[in-house]
């Protein structure tokens, strides 16, 4: 597996920890930034993990911004792309068995690293389970191909 992550200056000290998580679990990592903690614009770390994953350069995504929202409406309007925002380790389970997501946006502000860090390993080890979760997916790929 192959994760692109990105965070903005709210979400780039969340973001290291992340990284560091991702080295213990021996999976490969592109680091799209930002890498401080001044004022930067959430879509310019966002929009390229999104894009990496709509493309099939890594297998999944993780954005981290203060709340989360920022990144998550970001990473959604990239079509292909299926992000959630998560908070806890039910909806981290739930959102790779039931709707295989393939970016998940967290809030370096609303949790702490412990939990972020959980988060993500349950998030990046779960699979998708199919069958009737499948169909529904299905649905909403087939609503993205729909001309406007």
Do not use: N, Q, S
């Given at each position: 597996m192959k994760v692109a992550i990105g965070a903005d200056h709210g979400g780039y000290i969340l973001k290291e920890e992340i990284t560091s998580l991702l080295e213990e679990m021996g999976i490969e990592y592109e680091d799209m930034g930002c890498n401080c903690e001044d004022s930067v614009d959430y879509p310019d770390y966002g929009l390229p993990v999104a894009e990496k994953?709509?493309?099939?350069?890594?297998?999944?995504?993780?954005?981290?911004?203060?709340t989360g929202i920022g990144m998550s409406i970001t990473a959604n309007k990239v079509k292909g792309i299926r992000c959630a925002l998560?908070?806890?380790?039910?909806?981290?389970?739930?959102?790779?068995e039931h709707n295989d997501t393939n970016v998940l946006a967290m809030g370096a502000r609303v949790i702490g690293p412990g939990l972020a860090r959980e988060i993500a390993k349950i998030w990046l080890s779960t699979e998708f389970e199919g069958g009737r979760h499948a169909k529904r997916i299905g649905k909403i790929a087939e609503y993205e191909q729909k001309e406007d």
């Open positions: 994953v709509a493309r099939g350069e890594v297998d999944r995504g993780i954005v981290i911004c203060g998560v908070h806890d380790m039910f909806t981290a389970k739930a959102t790779r």
